[in-house]
Every structure is written in structure tokens, then in C-alpha cells.
């Protein structure tokens, strides 16, 4: 089992910076468990989508609508990882959720945070 967290979201100005942070937790929460830690967004109306990932080994990938603007990172001590956004655009607004996906197929999300970029 592991309980995802996360925290960050909010109202910016376009052109602003967020920082999401989602923290991991339970009994399956290990390094050599998780396969990929994972940010999607769902805008009003539309499905929702992958924003960045980060595999075990590092490796990471981004929509292209968010390269050279997002960062996807990890912090295995704190069982944490990250999004840092910048440049923000009134597309960017979403409900942000982070998703852990384990190495034997089971994956879990977080209860989302909202992020509102203003024009």
C-alpha cells in the first residue's frame, strides 16, 4: 500500500512559478518497489493527462507542452518528489495529481491540488 500527499498548489499570475511537493507513504514504499513517480493534470472538461515522470533509474520524462518549464524531481530520503514549474500559462490550469506506479502493476494518486494561473 502507499498513501500519496501532495501540497503546493494555488492562484499565480502568468509567467509566475509553483512548486508541488507529493510525499509518500506505507508499508510498499521503497526504492527498489516503485517503478515511476508521476505528475498528471485534469483540466475542466478534458481527461487527465501526463505532465512529467521520473522511472526508478532516474530517467525522465515530460509532456511537450511543459519542457524547459517543469521539473520533475525525487528526493528518495524523504520519500518525496517534486514538480517545480515556471513560466506558468493560463493552460497550465488544472488539478495537478501525482501518481506512484509499483513495480508489480499497482499504482496510487493523490487527491489532487488545484493550480490557477491568471492571464
Known amino acids: 500500500q502507499v498513501q500519496l500527499v501532495e501540497s503546493g498548489g494555488g492562484l499565480v499570475q502568468a509567467g509566475g512559478s509553483l512548486s508541488l511537493s507529493c510525499v509518500a507513504s506505507?508499508?510498499?514504499?521503497?526504492?527498489?518497489?516503485?517503478?515511476?513517480w508521476a505528475w498528471y493534470r485534469q483540466a475542466p472538461g478534458k481527461q487527465r493527462k501526463l505532465v512529467a515522470m521520473i522511472a526508478s533509474g532516474m530517467n525522465t520524462v515530460y509532456t511537450d507542452s511543459v519542457k524547459g518549464r517543469f521539473t520533475i524531481s525525487r528526493d528518495n530520503a524523504k520519500n518525496t518528489f517534486y514538480l517545480e514549474m515556471k513560466s506558468l500559462k493560463p493552460e497550465d490550469t488544472a488539478v495537478y495529481y501525482c501518481n506512484t506506479r509499483l513495480s508489480w502493476g499497482p499504482e496510487y494518486w493523490g487527491q489532487g491540488t488545484q493550480v490557477t494561473v491568471s492571464s
Open positions: 506505507g508499508t510498499d514504499v521503497r526504492i527498489n518497489t516503485i517503478n515511476t
